[in-house]
């Protein structure tokens, strides 16, 4: 397993986190004798992992070097003020640079991660290889620093005989773009070598545009401890996970016996349009040797984690429902995602917020298709969901910025956006927001 290379902070003051990020395009090496022109941030792709600690400014510098293209640097998930969130109305002109700054509030270490959104070009600057993570920690952890703190960025691939990414097809955009490998930091199936008896923290992290991936470690029992916007209140074991596109997940692994420990996906069946489903189960995506050697004995994961606050009456309920169209046209069949009847339009505000206002938010899933609905800015928590008339209420309670919400399925949330200015909700199968299934949240 490859280490993700780490973004240097070039700050001599403490409480700073300062650095530069270009993105440009470079090579990677995916197949044998074959350079595939890719994009990346300082040249590598998933991007560098960014640490800071709760508390910190940030000032990062983003170099735009990609070849007659704007892009955005958008920090998914963070508690960033509206106007230095990358969002489309913000591009950045190909050759120029801008500094995003914001502060990271207490309280706020979690999982995050960041990515291109210009208008239009967000799915394909991602697959083409902009996303990297970002870490914010907390000042005290509870977790035992002996687990480590393993981040696993899951992109997927598709290559062509020539090495190349080829463009994306009617299939691509319809159902999103899966490629045809999962790689785990930019690697096909990497090993670690652990001893056994050894318990390690990861950082599961589904970048990639349109691939569900419910997986298991086979082996070695998981226990989730987090999800996108920190830890859990307490630790909660699981068979299988399942992470819809820009979610992710904490967990501690334990690996008890000597062996291998592979983790591999599962089926899941999220929807698909027309013919080509990928195959998704049985892929093994990474390999855990568990050595002889018993590993040094280490504390126990805590009973609890952190005390999750609970959200108050909300003041206010909203109702998105998510539907898609098929026009035909000159040239051909035109598919449209749409929220509440519309397609995004970036002169549009679809909705006025109140900052510090908790609003409950009820996401109608009316189409054939599981969509992971993502709201920019802040975190939420999951009431419950609703299916066929069944309710069902979350198994921990938790902070999220995405969630899956399933085809034929309601899902319930609660949240509040703190800072004013324009905000972003749309669904994270990034072709599909391409193609309209994003609106604008005005916060006042
Ligand atoms: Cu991952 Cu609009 O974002
Ligand atoms: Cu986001
Ligand atoms: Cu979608």
């Given at each position: 397993l490859r280490d993700l290379s780490r973004l240097a902070n070039e700050a001599d003051t403490p409480g700073l986190f300062k650095a530069k990020l270009t993105a440009e395009s470079t090579t990677a090496r995916f197949a044998e004798g074959l350079d595939t022109p890719i994009l990346g941030y300082?040249?590598?792709?998933?991007?560098?992992?960014?640490?800071?600690?709760?508390?910190?400014?940030?000032?990062?510098?983003?170099?735009?070097?990609?070849?007659d293209e704007a892009s955005t640097i958008h920090w998914h998930g963070m508690p960033v003020p509206a106007d230095q969130d990358g969002n489309p109305m913000d591009p950045v002109a190909a050759g120029t640079d801008r500094t995003y700054s914001f502060d990271l509030p207490e309280g706020s270490a979690g999982s995050y991660w960041y990515h291109p959104h210009p208008h239009g070009k967000t799915a394909e600057q991602?697959?083409?290889?902009?996303?990297?993570?970002?870490?914010?920690?907390?000042?005290?952890?509870?977790?035992?620093?002996?687990y480590g703190d393993t981040v696993l960025v899951f992109t997927d691939l598709r290559l062509a005989a020539d090495g190349t990414l080829p463009d994306s097809t009617m299939t691509d955009l319809m159902n999103g773009r899966v490629g045809d490998h999962v790689l785990v930091n930019g690697q096909k199936n990497p090993v670690l070598t652990v001893p056994f008896g050894t318990k390690r923290r990861f950082r599961f992290y589904n970048a990639t545009n349109a691939r569900f991936l419910r997986l298991s470690f086979?082996?070695?029992?998981?226990?989730?401890?987090?999800?996108?916007?920190?830890?859990?209140?307490?630790?909660v074991a699981a068979d299988d996970i399942l992470l819809s596109p820009a979610e992710r997940l904490e967990l501690i692994v334990s690996f008890e016996k000597p062996g291998t420990a592979t983790l591999s996906t599962l089926d899941y069946d999220r929807g698909w349009m027309g013919a080509g489903r990928p195959a998704d189960a049985g892929l093994a995506l990474f390999t855990v040797?568990?050595?002889?050697?018993?590993?040094?004995?280490?504390?126990?994961?805590?009973?609890?984690?952190?005390?999750?606050a609970?959200?108050?009456?909300?003041?206010?309920?909203?109702?998105?429902?998510?539907?898609?169209?098929?026009?035909?046209?000159?040239?051909?069949?035109?598919?449209?995602?749409?929220?509440n009847g519309a397609a995004f339009d970036i002169k549009r505000v679809d909705v006025v917020a109140k900052a510090g206002q908790v609003e409950l938010w009820e996401?109608?899933?009316?189409?054939?298709?599981?969509?992971?609905?993502?709201v920019h800015g802040t975190q939420f928590q999951v009431v419950e969901h609703e299916r066929?008339?069944?309710?069902?209420?979350?198994?921990?309670?938790?902070?999220?910025?995405?969630?899956?919400?399933a085809r034929g399925e309601t899902v319930r949330l609660l949240l509040r956006q703190d800072r004013p200015g324009p905000r972003m909700y749309h669904c994270h199968i990034l072709e599909h927001e391409q193609l309209g299934m994003m609106g604008i949240v005005d916060v006042q």
């Open positions: 300082n040249g590598t792709s998933p991007g560098p992992l960014i640490e800071a600690v709760e508390g910190d400014r940030v000032e990062i510098t983003f170099a735009n070097r990609i070849a991602v697959y083409r290889g902009l996303a990297g993570a970002f870490v914010v920690k907390p000042k005290a952890d509870p977790i035992p620093a002996a086979d082996g070695a029992p998981m226990t989730i401890i987090g999800t996108d916007g920190g830890l859990l209140e307490a630790p040797n568990v050595s002889e050697t018993p590993a040094e004995p280490a504390p126990p994961l805590p009973d609890r984690l952190r005390p999750i609970q959200f108050g009456a909300p003041a206010v309920s909203r109702r998105f429902v998510f539907t898609e169209t098929m026009t035909m046209n000159a040239t051909g069949m035109e598919m449209g995602f749409l929220i996401i109608v899933n009316k189409t054939d298709m599981d969509h992971p609905f993502h066929g008339g069944e309710i069902s209420k979350p198994a921990y309670r938790a902070w999220k910025d995405t969630v899956n919400v």
